[in-house]
C-alpha cells in the first residue's frame, strides 16, 4: 500500500489531549453500542467485495469450511485501516458481524475526523482481527477484536465474540448451549469456577477484584464468552475486573466443569467435536510429513545473460479467486514472483499458500493481521511477525526470509525485530497503484512506464483488476527482454543481503 512516512512521536501534551479527547469519544461510542453486535445497524455496511460463487465447489479452499475471510486495507494521508473479517454469503450470519464491523469503522472515523485537526504527525490506524476457533463442525467462535491507535505508546482494543452455526444458519445464543444460563444455580458454578482459575494463577490471584468479576457474571448473558470444543471462555476488558497491567482477561472455563449444565444437543455436539480434532491432527501430521518431503528449493540464479532482471511481488492474499488467476499467468511467462501474505490469509488459505510455494515462486511475511506496525508496541510487534512465519512455515514448509510492512511503515523497533527474526525489509521501487485504480489500463501503464532493471514492483493478490492486467504487462515487459525473479533472487543477483530496508 501506500509509502506512509514513518511515525515521529509527538509532543506530550498533544499526545495527552488527543489521547484524552479520543479515549472519551470511543467509550462513549462503544460503550453506549456495546454488545449491540447482535441488533441491527442502519449504517452502510462494509460488505465484502467478492463472493465466492465462481469457485469451483468441490475444492472447500478454506481451512475452516463453510467460512471465508475478507480484507479490506484503505488509506489516506492521516489514517489507514485493515479491517480482518470471515462472512458465510448466509446473511444472518454475516450481517450482525457486518454491524459490528460498521460500528468499529465509524468511531474510528468520527474520532479522526475530531483530532484530524489537531494532530501533525503521526498516522491513526484502525485493525480488526480476527480469531478463528472450530467448536466442532461447522460451527465456529469467532473472536474480533479492534484496535483503535490515536496516538500515544499504544491503542485501545475492542471485542466481540460471535458464536456461528453455518448448518443452522444462525449465531449460538447461551441458551443453546446451556440450560438456563440465567439461573442462579448456573452462575453459581460459573462463579465457582472461576474462583478456581483465579486462586490458581499468580498474576490474577493478587490483581483481580473477585466483586467486580460477580457483578458483571449477574449479567452472564450479556458478557463476552466465547466457545472451543473443550472450553468456555469468559473475556473482561482492559480495566474491567483489575489494573491496567494485567491487560484484558480471559478466564479459559474446562467445558467438563460444566458438564451437569449443557444441553443434550451440546453434550453430543462436544463428544462430535473430540473425534474431528483427532481427525484434524492425524491429517496435519501427514500434511506436514508431506511438505517436508517435497522441500527442495531450486531457485536457482540462472543464467539469463543480458541482466534485466525485474521482482513482481504481490501482497495480502493469498486469494481463493485472484491468487490461482495470477499464479496461471506467471506460469504462461515462465515467470517468478513474491508473494508477501498476510499470516491470518495463509492460515484460513493453507492449500492455496502450498501451491504458491511448490510453484517455485517465494512466500513471503507481511504480518498477520496487516497492522500499520508503528502502532503497535514491542510484544504485539514481535506477536505479529512471529505468528506469520509460523503460519507461513505450517501451511507451506518453507520459512520465510523476507518481510514487508504493511503501508511501508516501520521504524527502528521494526527493524530490530526482523534482524532478530532472521528477516530482511523489502520495500519496493514500483507502486502499481492497483489497490487504489483498480483499473486494467491503468496498472498495465503505470506498471509499463516505470519498470526498470532491477525494479521491485509492487501489486495486489487480492484485486481481480490485477490479475486481469497482468498478462499484458508480462507480455510487454519480457517483449522488451525482461525476466522475473523473486526478491531473493533479485538481492542475490545485486549483491544485497542483511534486515535491509531494500
Ligand atoms: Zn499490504
Not at 452502510?44 to 465447489?57: A, L, M
Not at 479491517?83 to 454469503?89: A, E, G, H, L, V
Not at 451440546?266 to 511438505?291: H, N, P
Request: hydrophobic share 35%; with cysteine.
Amino acid at each position: 500500500m501506500r509509502n506512509f512516512k514513518r511515525v515521529k512521536p509527538l509532543g506530550w501534551l498533544a499526545l495527552c489531549s488527543v489521547l484524552l479527547i479520543s479515549s472519551a469519544i470511543l467509550f462513549l461510542f462503544v460503550n453506549h453500542t456495546s454488545f449491540a453486535g447482535k441488533q441491527s445497524s442502519n449504517v452502510k455496511g462494509v460488505k465484502p467485495v467478492y463472493t465466492f460463487k465462481n469457485f469451483s465447489s468441490d475444492e472447500e479452499l478454506s481451512n475452516y469450511p463453510g467460512l471465508h475471510l475478507h480484507t479490506l486495507i484503505e488509506g489516506t494521508d492521516t489514517y489507514s485501516m485493515a479491517i480482518n473479517y470471515p462472512f458465510t454469503n448466509i446473511s444472518t450470519i454475516d450481517q450482525p458481524i457486518i454491524d459490528w464491523i460498521d460500528q468499529q469503522k465509524n468511531a474510528f472515523l468520527e474520532t479522526e475526523e475530531e483530532i484530524s485537526s489537531q494532530k501533525k504527525r503521526f498516522i491513526s490506524h484502525l485493525n480488526i482481527q480476527v480469531e478463528t476457533n472450530i467448536i466442532t463442525k461447522n460451527k465456529y467462535n469467532i473472536i474480533l477484536s479492534a484496535y483503535h491507535y490515536v496516538g500515544g505508546a499504544n491503542g485501545i482494543t475492542y471485542k466481540q465474540s460471535f458464536a456461528i452455526d453455518i448448518d443452522n444458519e444462525e449465531h449460538i445464543e447461551l441458551n443453546d448451549i446451556f440450560i438456563d444460563p440465567n439461573s442462579e444455580s448456573f452462575k453459581e458454578k460459573l462463579l465457582h469456577a472461576i474462583d478456581n482459575i483465579i486462586e490458581n494463577n499468580n498474576e490474577y490471584k493478587d490483581t483481580i477484584d473477585q466483586n467486580l468479576v460477580q457483578d458483571r457474571m449477574q449479567d452472564v448473558e450479556n458478557s463476552m464468552w466465547g466457545l472451543t470444543k473443550d472450553s468456555f471462555t469468559i473475556y473482561f476488558d482492559e480495566y474491567e475486573v483489575g489494573p491496567g497491567a494485567i491487560g484484558a482477561v480471559e478466564l479459559k472455563i474446562p467445558i467438563n466443569h460444566l458438564e451437569s449444565n449443557i444441553t443434550n444437543e451440546w453434550l453430543e455436539t462436544f463428544e462430535l467435536a473430540e473425534e474431528i480434532a483427532e481427525r484434524k491432527k492425524v491429517e496435519e501430521e501427514a500434511k506436514q510429513q508431506e511438505s517436508f518431503e517435497s522441500e527442495k528449493d531450486q531457485t536457482n540464479v540462472s543464467d539469463h545473460e543480458n541482466g534485466k532482471y525485474i521482482a513482481l511481488t504481490f501482497d495480502d492474499g493469498p486469494h481463493p479467486d485472484v491468487t490461482p488467476r495470477i499464479l496461471d499467468t506467471l506460469n504462461e511467462y515462465n515467470a517468478k514472483a513474491t508473494f508477501f501474505m498476510l499470516g491470518l490469509q495463509a492460515e484460513y488459505y493453507p492449500a492455496l499458500a502450498a501451491e504458491v510455494a511448490n510453484q517455485g515462486h517465494e512466500v513471503a511475511n507481511h504480518t498477520y493481521n496487516h497492522t500499520d506496525l508503528t502502532s503497535l508496541n514491542h510484544d504485539q510487534l514481535i506477536n505479529e511477525i512471529v505468528t506469520t512465519n509460523n503460519k507461513i512455515e505450517q501451511a507451506t514448509g518453507k520459512k520465510p526470509t523476507l518481510f514487508r510492512p504493511p503501508f511501508g511503515s516501520y521504524n527502528e523497533q521494526v527493524i530490530n525485530v526482523a534482524e532478530q527474526n532472521g528477516l530482511s525489509i523489502i520495500l519496493w521501487s514500483v507502486d502499481s497503484l492497483d489497490w487504489k485504480n483498480r483499473d486494467l489500463s491503468t496498472i498495465y501503464s503505470t506498471v509499463t512506464a516505470n519498470a526498470s532493471v532491477g525494479s521491485t514492483v509492487l501489486l495486489h493478490d487480492i484485486h481481480p483488476t490485477t490479475a486481469d492486467a497482468l498478462p499484458e504487462v508480462l507480455e510487454t515487459l519480457s517483449a522488451q527482454g525482461y525476466h522475473f525473479v523473486t526478491v531473493s533472487e533479485l538481492l542475490n543477483i545485486q549483491g544485497k543481503s542483511g534486515v535491509g530496508p531494500f
